[in-house]
């Protein structure tokens, strides 16, 4: 059985660190559970890959379209002054790519936020705002479909 015939199963850390906002064609779309960044991460539902090359050729074009398209809408619709668009995989060795909105008053600017503070979980009437205000930047053009 090769990894695209085996179940995707999302990673414990990114479970408990993440709210699950919806799908994609390819990806699967999560919140950072951290209210000091608009912190959103997709991760392709392919089991056992941990690296983009390890993807096949149209999943790779699937997912960097995805990618573009996601951070196209966060910048507009979060009013970004940048977007930091990265995938390390030092923690958490399944693929995933974090789509960060960032501001020049956000609390780590001009540095990566990575280890700067420690999380502000949202509230859930937060995480539903968040929520209702992706699903109404994605549904429409990226063929999203949230969590219902």
């Known amino acids: 059985m090769d990894d695209f015939e085996m179940e995707f199963v999302l990673d414990a850390q990114l479970q408990k660190d993440c709210v699950f906002l919806g799908e994609m064609p390819l990806c699967r779309l999560l919140l950072v559970n951290d209210k000091q960044y608009p912190w959103f991460i997709l991760v392709p539902r392919r089991a056992e890959i ?3 090359y390890h993807l096949s050729i149209q999943d790779r074009q699937l997912m ?17 002054t940048k977007m930091n668009v990265a995938s390390l995989g030092n923690m958490v060795k399944q693929l995933h790519v ?21 999380s502000k979980p949202y509230t859930d009437q937060e995480i539903e ?18 969590v219902v």
């Open 50 to 52: 941990s690296e983009l």
């Open 64 to 80: 960097m379209a995805e990618s573009c398209d996601l951070s196209a809408a966060l910048a507009d619709g979060f009013n970004a």
């Open 98 to 118: 974090h789509h960060i909105v960032r501001y020049e008053t956000d609390i780590a600017w001009p540095a990566p936020v990575w280890g700067k503070q420690s």
């Open 129 to 146: 705002l968040i929520r209702q205000k992706v699903t109404a930047l994605l549904e429409a053009q990226l063929s999203f479909k949230p």
